[in-house]
Protein backbone atom coordinates (compact mmCIF):
# COMPACT_ATOMS: atom_id res chain seq x y z
CA UNK A 1 0.00 0.00 0.00
CA UNK A 2 1.09 3.17 -0.79
CA UNK A 3 0.44 6.47 1.53
CA UNK A 4 0.53 9.85 1.40
CA UNK A 5 -1.03 13.34 2.97
CA UNK A 6 -3.51 15.81 1.75
CA UNK A 7 -2.28 19.31 1.90
CA UNK A 8 -3.05 22.57 0.38
CA UNK A 9 -6.43 20.62 -1.34
CA UNK A 10 -3.83 18.56 -3.01
CA UNK A 11 -3.71 14.68 -2.47
CA UNK A 12 0.40 14.06 -2.46
CA UNK A 13 2.36 11.35 -1.92
CA UNK A 14 6.29 10.62 -2.09
CA UNK A 15 7.41 8.55 -4.82
CA UNK A 16 11.29 7.28 -5.62
CA UNK A 17 11.68 7.81 -9.43
CA UNK A 18 14.82 6.07 -11.08
CA UNK A 19 17.17 7.01 -13.98
CA UNK A 20 20.33 6.52 -15.44
CA UNK A 21 22.25 8.31 -13.76
CA UNK A 22 20.31 8.87 -10.14
CA UNK A 23 17.44 7.83 -8.08
CA UNK A 24 15.66 11.32 -7.05
CA UNK A 25 12.98 11.54 -4.54
CA UNK A 26 9.95 13.24 -4.98
CA UNK A 27 6.78 14.40 -3.59
CA UNK A 28 4.08 14.04 -6.21
CA UNK A 29 0.24 15.39 -6.86
CA UNK A 30 -2.20 12.79 -7.89
CA UNK A 31 -4.25 14.20 -10.58
CA UNK A 32 -7.43 12.25 -11.64
CA UNK A 33 -7.69 14.31 -14.57
CA UNK A 34 -4.10 13.87 -16.38
CA UNK A 35 -3.97 10.12 -18.07
CA UNK A 36 -0.75 9.51 -18.46
CA UNK A 37 1.79 7.77 -15.50
CA UNK A 38 4.14 10.94 -14.01
CA UNK A 39 5.43 14.14 -14.92
CA UNK A 40 8.44 15.70 -13.98
CA UNK A 41 10.12 19.46 -14.43
CA UNK A 42 12.63 19.81 -16.69
CA UNK A 43 15.35 19.85 -13.93
CA UNK A 44 14.37 16.69 -12.21
CA UNK A 45 14.79 14.95 -15.65
CA UNK A 46 17.97 15.88 -16.42
CA UNK A 47 19.59 14.96 -12.74
CA UNK A 48 17.82 11.62 -13.37
CA UNK A 49 19.36 11.62 -17.24
CA UNK A 50 16.28 9.63 -18.44
CA UNK A 51 16.21 8.70 -21.63
CA UNK A 52 14.12 11.02 -24.36
CA UNK A 53 11.57 8.75 -26.46
CA UNK A 54 9.03 10.73 -28.57
CA UNK A 55 7.04 13.97 -28.39
CA UNK A 56 3.19 13.59 -27.63
CA UNK A 57 0.68 16.00 -28.30
CA UNK A 58 -1.31 16.31 -25.17
CA UNK A 59 -4.92 18.30 -24.07
CA UNK A 60 -4.48 20.78 -21.08
CA UNK A 61 -7.40 21.16 -18.61
CA UNK A 62 -8.55 24.60 -20.51
CA UNK A 63 -8.46 22.37 -23.68
CA UNK A 64 -5.83 24.11 -25.44
CA UNK A 65 -3.38 21.62 -26.98
CA UNK A 66 0.70 21.35 -26.38
CA UNK A 67 3.66 19.26 -27.57
CA UNK A 68 5.12 17.35 -24.63
CA UNK A 69 8.72 15.27 -24.40
CA UNK A 70 8.32 11.87 -22.61
CA UNK A 71 10.99 10.04 -21.21
CA UNK A 72 11.58 6.56 -20.13
CA UNK A 73 12.26 5.69 -16.48
CA UNK A 74 10.63 3.41 -13.44
CA UNK A 75 9.51 4.10 -10.10
CA UNK A 76 8.91 1.72 -6.83
CA UNK A 77 5.57 1.60 -6.94
CA UNK A 78 4.09 -0.42 -3.91
CA UNK A 79 7.21 -2.39 -3.46
CA UNK A 80 8.19 -3.18 -7.13
CA UNK A 81 10.57 -1.03 -9.42
CA UNK A 82 7.63 -0.24 -12.13
CA UNK A 83 9.14 0.99 -15.68
CA UNK A 84 6.61 3.95 -17.17
CA UNK A 85 6.98 7.12 -19.15
CA UNK A 86 7.46 10.58 -18.30
CA UNK A 87 6.10 13.61 -19.63
CA UNK A 88 8.19 16.47 -19.26
CA UNK A 89 6.19 19.78 -17.53
CA UNK A 90 7.33 22.36 -15.50
CA UNK A 91 4.83 22.12 -12.87
CA UNK A 92 4.92 20.06 -9.53
CA UNK A 93 5.52 16.14 -9.94
CA UNK A 94 1.79 15.10 -10.91
CA UNK A 95 0.72 11.07 -10.94
CA UNK A 96 -2.00 10.50 -13.41
CA UNK A 97 -4.37 7.67 -14.00
CA UNK A 98 -2.50 5.29 -15.96
CA UNK A 99 -0.25 4.86 -12.90
CA UNK A 100 -3.03 4.48 -11.06
CA UNK A 101 -4.73 1.35 -13.00
CA UNK A 102 -5.53 -1.75 -11.27
CA UNK A 103 -5.23 0.64 -7.56
CA UNK A 104 -7.90 1.73 -5.95
CA UNK A 105 -7.42 5.26 -4.50
CA UNK A 106 -9.05 6.68 -1.28
CA UNK A 107 -8.31 10.25 0.01
CA UNK A 108 -9.42 12.33 2.99
CA UNK A 109 -10.54 15.43 1.86
CA UNK A 110 -9.50 17.48 4.76
CA UNK A 111 -5.87 19.50 5.97
CA UNK A 112 -3.64 16.53 6.85
CA UNK A 113 -6.13 13.91 5.60
CA UNK A 114 -4.91 10.19 4.71
CA UNK A 115 -4.15 9.20 0.98
CA UNK A 116 -4.31 5.72 0.66
CA UNK A 117 -3.37 3.41 -2.58
CA UNK A 118 -3.58 -0.06 -2.85
CA UNK A 119 -3.41 -2.46 -5.03
CA UNK A 120 -6.93 -4.33 -6.60
CA UNK A 121 -7.43 -7.88 -6.36
Excluded at 11 to 33: C, F, P, Y
Aim: with cysteine; aromatic share 4%; glycine share 8%.
Amino acid sequence: MITGVVRLNEARVRLSVNGRLSKHQIEAVIDTGFTASLSLPPDVIRKLGLKWRRVERSILADGSECLVDVFEGSVEWNGKTRRISIDEADTDPLIGMALLKGYELKMQIRSRGKVTIKRLR
